[in-house]
């Protein structure tokens, strides 16, 4: 990525937050796939449990 210079679309992983930090031109974008699916795992750790902020993040994705 030497030289390259807009935004890099990527998942949570630290080598992106690395890349980043040495090349300032470069700003990180995450996908929305990855940002759901954090929001449908903690819902499901809470599903005995009445619905909290994950579910609150994941209704405005499904109504897209």
Known sequence: LEGYRGYLQCDDLDVYGAIAAKSPEIR???????????FHNATKARQELKPGKAKQGLDPIARL
């Open 28 to 38: 990180l974008i995450g996908c929305f796939a990855h940002a759901r699916r954090t």
